[in-house]
């Protein structure tokens, strides 16, 4: 009898959650972090202050919510484009797809791709488990360049990011996850393939972050560009970097 009392209250619980949430977010939207304000969602839903707190027990708290789903919605999206690309593709097609889902995600919720993407919320510190979020997001772009072909001018990067993964086994998981098993070969050349998807990853999200970012602000209003025309051209420069074949 207790667990069947339990199942409807915990189904209210994540249903005001839920409502909650949606609140921010339009608070967000309209307002940015700043306009996140938990007496004026508590008003909204008709319940006092203290109430509104066993559903989440500060406003850092519920900004925490906000993150991880926000993390966990862009890794989907991501995670989509994948399920839906042909094996047969390209790196070079692949890196353009997954980089299109990332902008498309960001473009349709520019507020919450500010809220993981943006200044940081003063006062604020994340939890560690955004971290696990973000990097889910991330991983994929590591399979496209795991066989790329780097030139000389990413040699130093491309070590430096073997050494990360070398002495952090939380890198070296990651990598395993998206990639699978790394059994680096004698080949000093072959053995590159983690350090090069490493630090082929880390340089996309810098690309989608500068070109998204600026996009979402609307930096890029007035200027002759398409955002998405320069997002390919900067994408295009850096599979040239890497040695990403177009067929």
Partial sequence: M????????????????????????????EGGTDGV???????????????????FASRDDLLSALIRDAYDDL??????????GSEAASPRARLHALAGSFRAWAV??????????????PGYTAPPDTLL????????????FVQGRPKPAMETLVGQ????????????????????????????ASAAGRGTALAGAVLTWSQLHGSVSLEVSS???????????????SLDALADAFGLPAV
Avoid: C
């Fill in 161 to 188: 990011m073997e050494a990360w993964a070398e002495r952090d086994p939380a890198v070296a998981g990651w990598f395993a996850e998206h990639t699978g098993p790394w059994d680096p070969p004698e080949s000093a």
């Fill in 133 to 144: 979020r973000a990097r889910a997001a991330l991983g994929p772009f590591m399979k496209v």
């Fill in 219 to 233: 930096q890029f209003s007035g200027m002759g560009h398409s955002p998405s025309t320069l997002l390919t051209a």
């Fill in 75 to 84: 890794a989907t999206a991501i995670e989509q484009a994948v399920a839906a």
């Fill in 37 to 55: 304000a938990l007496t004026r969602i508590a008003k909204e839903l008709g319940m006092s202050g203290p109430a509104l707190y066993r559903y």
């Fill in 2 to 29: 207790m667990a069947a009392a339990e199942g409807p209250r915990a189904r209210f619980r994540e249903q005001t959650r839920n409502e909650i949430k949606v609140i921010a977010l339009r608070q967000l939207a």
């Fill in 108 to 121: 349709a919720d520019p507020h919450r791709y500010l809220l993981i993407a943006g200044a940081p919320v």
